[in-house]
């Protein structure tokens, strides 16, 4: 089981902030199966998920299999979430970028994901926050 | 008993997994003389039998920190 999938389960309810030196960088609600993950900062955002993934994106090469680790990462996680019943959404701006889990309903991009768990609201959004 | 051991052990991986994140990113911010606040808002968790409701927040300081030089 993922991180993700994992906190999806343990969350009920409620409302987590995290904020660096005092600016909120990301808010996390969480309400009957949904959670919602709102960006604040985009620059926190950027550098989370480069620690996270843990790796150094020297040259296009290596940018491109990140992406596609990536990429492979968030299937997973999405298709888990799906069969758990969960929906995670991340927000950035007060827009819906990215649905995954068992209320994505994606169109085209399935294409692009491989998978229906993954749903891409805001394509200039989502590269916006470099995910 | 099975099931109560396979979800303490994906608690355990869990557990490891959020520690590793938390790390690399204080990793990040160390030498930058920054903190990170986490502020929980009725927030309601559920484990099985372990059951609670956080309201409060917690405060992780990040040392300025370098590598020592030869």
């Known amino acids: 089981m993922s991180l993700v999938t994992a906190l999806g389960e343990m969350l009920k309810s409620g409302k987590v902030t995290i904020s660096v030196n005092n600016i909120d960088a990301v808010e996390v609600k969480a309400e009957n199966k949904k959670i919602n993950i709102s960006a604040l900062d985009k620059n926190f955002v950027k550098e989370t998920l480069s620690a996270a993934s843990n790796k150094k994106s020297n040259g296009i090469l290596s940018q491109v299999n990140s992406a596609r680790n990536n990429l492979s990462m968030l299937k997973d996680v999405a298709e888990e979430l799906s069969d758990s019943g969960l929906t995670v959404t991340l927000s950035y701006k007060g827009d819906v970028v990215v649905t995954m889990g068992s209320e994505a309903k994606p169109k085209l991009s399935s294409i692009l994901t491989g998978t229906k768990a993954i749903e891409i609201n805001s394509p200039r959004k989502l590269v916006e926050l470099g995910v | ?70």
């Not at chain 2, 502020?39 to 300081?61: H, I």
């Open chain 2, 1 to 70: 008993m099975e099931k109560k051991e396979r979800s303490s052990k994906a608690l355990e991986k869990t557990g490891h997994e959020m520690a590793d994140t938390v790390l690399a990113v204080m990793d990040k911010l160390a030498g930058k003389e920054s903190d990170i606040k986490l502020s929980f808002e009725d927030l309601t968790l559920d484990v099985g039998a372990f059951k609670a409701k956080l309201n409060g927040s917690v405060v992780l300081d990040i040392v300025y920190s370098k590598e020592a030089t030869a």
